[in-house]
């Protein structure tokens, strides 16, 4: 029977090809800005670290002194120094590292100075992020307590500086110090960089990795938000009242989670006891997508656009809608006959439906092409996270899905209409 | 009149297809609600890509100087300033960073117990001839003079308890101090006090659209003879920007062997920076519009040609009977005129409706009307054009039809 409609339908599209071509282009350009849209807010709002993303946690606690404590305040996303220290010490998380961001500039092997962008961190950053290394490994805990001057460098800095040869072993100059190179990075790069959202949301891995002891026995630049109060002549001190530090934790199951949230309380309740406050503290654990959900990854104008693509699509349905119903009208005469030989109501109207069907496939495989299209214009606008934008099987499926979704909806009131065709009146006027 | 004679029959006739109108009249609707506010959208971001930001920006560039870790560096702050100032086509030079780069805004308070913030401004610092390198514009007051600016190491370190300098935006001033007597006022932010000594007309560190953009206060301090990394402003003479902040970087350059210049550029390619990404949003809505109109103009296109189509046979009667091309083609642009006014009336709610949520959602402004006038008139003009094909189409079908059958 499906196939006997299939015929009919392809019959009835040919004949009114005008029609036709205004149905399909009319879905597949509502389909193609949507899907275009859709696929940009699909990769923002993406997983970066998929299978991890709930067993990594934000630390985040709220030791401000009492005059500068307000109840009902955020609790601040950056730990100070201190203590960031004291939860390392206690080292209760599977794996832990506070970091920092910081820039350099590295002197290459021809004496050219070369600006990087850094990261200042602890041996457990790389197995924590998935981070693959190409040559070497990553430094180990004990470098962290050592304040070893080590270093992991990207792969694209080892191929600046070194021409891609394994390069474990050799020394990265910053100025009168020297580095020397334990591990270089394989392909690696978080986007949106969740580890670290206020130098970028989008981009690149950092060049440089150093253990956060090291770049803080050296003294070497950081940056990001850092916000102190009080007198702190040096933000970076071990007790400068400042809060600057990330502080992440990976805890592999929900009952380690729930033993951390305690561990944290209690920290707090000691430092309460301990007269460096007297408010009750505040300590929290985000994981990632938390964390994501709570920055505002997600553009304002991408969310807007992503909206009015939505809309879009609905204009697109009701242009349908009406052709669709002008098209199933215009042959009352010839489904009155139908009738009279004695098709059911439901046959009518699922012979309809098909016919919308097959608008929406046509109109789906045309508007993914659109999307495509848009979304070479996007990756070619100017924004930071245009590079990483590109549709993956799963917005291609939903493309069709929606595609035949969306047509068949338009097809419901139209085939309605013509399933109501009163035989003998269609016959007669003919 | 002809056409006034026509709105009953042409009432009439839409009368049986109530479902189509009803349709095409909700598309134009939806059409306009989304056309109007994405006009207003990407208008205010090109406006708002214009604004100044009242410093004078086609002179000023800005070269950022970093430090090499552990190098040996003979420059000093005011030295460099000294060399910047005596570069080819340079006026005057500064330690600090223009309007785009790198700004936040800071609280500010009325008092020292710092409880409750009465504003939030941008807070710029910069060395000695920071505001005229910038070109501001002080218009009550006084501009800083050398025996008012405290040492930077004093600042940095806040050794001392003195309430800074500073010159305070028009705007802040007026926000702050309604009665209009804003000089010698102190205030504070989360780390310093401020007096006033000045007011400018318009000091823009950011331009987001939001009411604080021109809230600032601008403060000095003199550099001496530390090493200093960072960003320096120069200003050069009208129309020589881009030789004299070469030769700029190259001076400074000279001057400062264990620096690396990260950066330079003039004050208009810090302002493209700042809007690509809104413009580049700006372009994929133009886009949507685009698409929009021309989706609008196939669905009233097609409906119109199937009228036509199914109506042949009363349109060879007509034809029959008397009526002109002319009355064909008009009976369809006025039928279509009609359609169109429905859309648009109802236009006006979805649009308000719309411009709501996006009021809530997105911090977007009221819809000025003239938007919608605006709307309503592209959407009539939108509907004329795409009725034309099939009305002339209608108007082309010979009497002899009428004795045909269909």
Redesign the interface.
């Known amino acids: 029977m499906f196939g006997y409609y299939l015929d009919l339908a392809l019959r009835s599209l040919k004949r009114n090809k ?2 036709t071509a ?2 399909v ?2 879905i597949a ?2 389909i193609g ?1 949507s899907m275009t849209t859709l696929t940009v807010m699909h990769v923002l709002s993406g997983d970066p670290i998929p299978g991890k993303s709930a067993q990594l946690f934000r630390v985040r606690m709220n030791v401000y002194p009492d005059d500068s404590f307000r109840q009902g305040d955020k609790v601040p996303d950056n730990l100070t120094r201190r203590d960031a220290e004291a939860l390392l010490l206690a080292g209760q998380a599977d794996r832990q590292a506070a970091m920092s961001a910081g ?3 590295v ?1 290459s092997a021809k004496g050219e ?1 070369l ?1 990087v962008a850094t990261r200042y961190t602890g041996a457990d950053f790389f197995p924590m992020f998935d981070a693959p290394m190409r040559y070497g490994a990553a430094w180990r805990r004990e470098d962290d307590a050592g304040r070893a001057r080590v270093a992991v460098i990207s792969d694209a800095l080892n191929e600046q500086l070194f021409g891609g040869a394994d390069s474990v072993g050799q020394t990265l100059r ?4 020297s580095l020397r190179i334990v591990g270089v990075l394989g392909d690696w790069s978080m986007n949106p960089r969740f580890y670290d959202l206020s130098n970028g949301q989008f981009g690149d891995s950092e060049q440089v990795f150093v253990p956060l002891s090291t770049a803080l026995d ?4 950081t940056s990001g938000s850092t ?3 009080g ?1 702190a ?1 040096d933000p970076r001190a071990a007790d400068a009242p400042c809060i600057w530090l990330q502080y992440w934790a990976e805890l592999g199951t929900p009952a380690k989670a729930a033993a951390y949230r305690q561990y944290l309380q209690n920290y707090i309740a000691l430092q309460q006891q301990g007269g460096r406050f007297t408010h009750d503290g505040q300590a929290g654990l985000l994981d990632v997508m938390q964390w994501l959900d709570a920055k505002g990854v997600v ?7 992503t ?3 939505l ?2 699509l ?3 349905l ?2 349908t ?3 669709l ?3 199933f009208l ?1 042959r009352s005469g010839e489904i009155g006959v139908r009738r009279a030989l004695g098709a059911s109501r439901r046959a009518i109207f699922v012979q309809c439906l098909v016919e919308a069907g097959v608008v929406g496939i046509a109109g789906g495989a045309f508007g993914l092409a659109l999307a495509a299209l848009g979304l070479v ?2 990756r070619h ?4 996270y ?1 590079a990483y934008v590109h549709m993956d099987l799963r917005m291609l499926l939903a493309t069709f899905v929606l595609a035949l979704a969306s047509s068949l909806l338009a097809g419901l ?1 139209p085939a309605w ?1 013509a399933m109501h065709v009163a035989p003998a009146v269609a016959l007669k006027s003919n | 009149m002809r056409i006034l004679r026509q709105i009953r029959p042409i009432l009439s006739a839409l009368r049986s297809h109530k ?2 109108v009803t ?2 009249m ?2 134009i609707a ?2 306009m ?2 056309l109007g ?2 006009v207003f ?1 990407v208008y205010g971001t090109m406006q708002r890509s214009h604004m100044a930001t009242g410093v004078a920006e086609s002179q000023i560039g800005w070269i950022q100087s ?1 430090g ?4 040996d560096n003979p420059g000093t702050g005011a030295e460099n300033i000294a060399v910047l100032r005596n570069a080819p086509g340079v006026l005057d030079a500064a330690y600090g960073s223009p309007p785009f780069v790198g700004k936040e805004t800071n609280p500010i308070f009325p008092d020292a117990a710092r409880s409750r913030p009465v504003a939030h401004a941008y807070v710029v610092q910069g060395s000695q001839h920071m505001s005229t390198t910038l070109g501001l514009r002080i218009v009550q007051g006084r501009d800083f003079n050398d025996g008012d600016l405290p040492d930077l190491m004093d600042v940095f ?2 050794k001392t308890d003195t309430p800074l300098p500073a010159l305070m935006t028009q705007a802040l001033a007026q926000r702050l101090y309604p009665d209009g007597k804003a000089l010698e006022r102190i205030l504070y932010d ?2 310093y006090a401020y007096r006033v000594i000045g007011i400018i007309d318009h000091l823009r560190s950011e331009v987001t659209g939001r009411a604080n953009d021109d809230d600032a206060l601008l403060t000095e301090y003199r550099i001496g003879a530390q090493d200093l990394g960072g960003g320096y402003l120069i200003r050069s003479r009208p129309g020589q920007l881009p030789q004299a902040l070469k030769a700029a970087a190259a001076a400074l350059q000279k001057a400062n062997p264990g620096h ?1 210049e ?1 950066k330079v550029h003039t004050m208009a390619e810090l302002r493209e920076n700042y809007f ?3 413009l ?2 700006g ?3 133009v ?2 519009i685009a ?2 109109l ?3 103009a ?2 009233v ?3 119109a ?3 036509v ?2 109506r042949r046979r009363q349109i060879g009667m007509r034809r029959a009977l008397g009526a002109t091309r002319g009355d064909i083609l008009n009976y369809f642009q006025a039928e279509n005129f009609l359609i169109v006014s429905g859309g648009v009336l109802l236009g006006v709610f979805f649009a308000y409706a ?1 411009n709501l949520f ?1 009021m809530h ?3 977007l402004a009221h819809l000025p009307a003239h938007y919608l006038l605006a709307g309503a008139l592209a959407l009539w003009l939108l509907g004329q054009l795409a009725v034309l094909g099939p009305a002339l189409r209608a108007a082309a079908v010979p009497p002899a039809v009428a004795t045909r059958s269909v």
């Open positions: 005008v029609l205004l149905m282009l009319a350009l509502g800005t820039a350099m500039v002197v100075p600006r910053v100025g009168d110090q050296l003294k070497l630049s916000s102190c109060w007198n002549p553009p304002a104008d991408v969310r807007l656009q909206w009015l693509a809309g879009f609905g204009i697109c009701l242009n809608v009406g052709l119903l002008a098209k215009r214009l996007v606008q100017p924004t930071d245009g009131l209409r | 479902t189509a349709l095409l909700l598309e939806l059409t609600a989304v506010n994405l959208i970093i090499v870790l552990g190098q370190m806040k989360g780390r690396v990260n690509k990404s809104d580049a949003a372009r994929m809505l886009a949507i698409i929009l021309v989706v609008t196939l669905g296109s097609g409906l040609s199937f009228w189509q199914q719309l996006l959602r997105f911090e």
